[in-house]
């Protein structure tokens, strides 16, 4: 069956730290792989994208890497902050045929809280 | 830009009522989504039009649920009449195509009671 994986339990890290979520997923082939971020009671805010034929990508603080042969994206916050606490959610966007409309799936999230 | 607009931001409703949510999506983009949020879960697809036109409705209880977006641009969400699972936030996507390659932009939702 087709499943994408986020670690269920809370990841809780000191201020300053790096913070590192993992995103793996089962019978999908990606065109691209997102990340966004979601705060309590708004809609999820887009931050990274990473294509399949990508291997890292980076935006200030925050890197993705994207691993194709183990079905993986790890997600990366450098020198974090209580700032970033808030729930990750990693996003499939598949392709539904060869030119065709896109579809984007989400992983149930992994909630991050940065303590000062 | 303005963004992604919804709108109730809250609805309690008794199961078996009817409700309807409205979404204006960024100006320009083709591509409209609406999303279910049950708590602890990620969003799941509900129905994504082009245009004024359905691309995928297959996650949508159609016996229950109806959407439509007449001429392009706004969209409204119907569930009529609400179960008590029905208990979401209910999401509102665009995007300029009909792929993601700029990332989707999100509403802040309508959070759904039913009770």
């Known amino acids: 069956s087709q499943k994408i994986e986020q670690n269920s339990e809370a990841l809780n890290i000191q201020e300053g730290k790096t913070a590192t979520l993992t995103c793996n997923y089962t019978?999908?082939?990606?065109?691209?792989l997102q990340w966004y971020r979601q705060d309590p009671g708004r809609g999820p805010v887009f931050l990274l994208l990473?294509?399949?034929?990508?291997k890292e990508k980076r935006k200030e603080r925050l890197k993705v890497t994207f691993d194709t042969t183990l079905k993986q994206s790890l997600f990366h916050i450098t020198a974090s902050q209580p700032a970033d606490s808030a729930t990750y959610l990693c996003?499939?966007?598949?392709?539904?045929?060869?030119?065709?409309?896109?579809?984007?799936?989400f992983g149930a999230g992994t909630r991050l809280a940065v303590h000062p | 830009e303005a963004g992604v607009a919804q709108s109730p931001r809250y609805k309690i409703i008794e199961k078996r009522q009817s409700v309807a949510f409205w979404c204006n999506p960024i100006?320009?983009?083709?591509?409209l989504y609406w999303y279910q949020q049950i708590l602890g879960q990620g969003p799941k697809l509900l129905i994504q039009?082009?245009?004024?036109?359905?691309?995928?409705d297959s996650q949508l209880p159609k016996d229950r649920f109806s959407a439509e977006r007449l001429k392009g641009v706004d969209s409204t969400l119907k569930i009529q009449p609400a179960k008590l699972e029905d208990s979401a936030v209910y999401l509102c996507?665009?995007?300029?195509?009909?792929?993601?390659?700029?990332?989707?932009?999100f509403g802040s939702g309508t959070r759904l009671t039913v009770v």
């Open positions: 990473i294509r399949e034929n990508e």
């Open positions: 100006s320009g983009h083709a591509t």
């Open positions: 019978n999908y082939s990606p065109a691209y």
């Open positions: 039009f082009q245009n004024n036109g359905v691309v995928d």
């Open positions: 996003a499939l966007d598949i392709e539904r045929f060869s030119g065709g409309y896109n579809k984007l799936i």
């Open positions: 996507a665009s995007t300029p195509g009909m792929e993601g390659s700029y990332g989707y932009t």
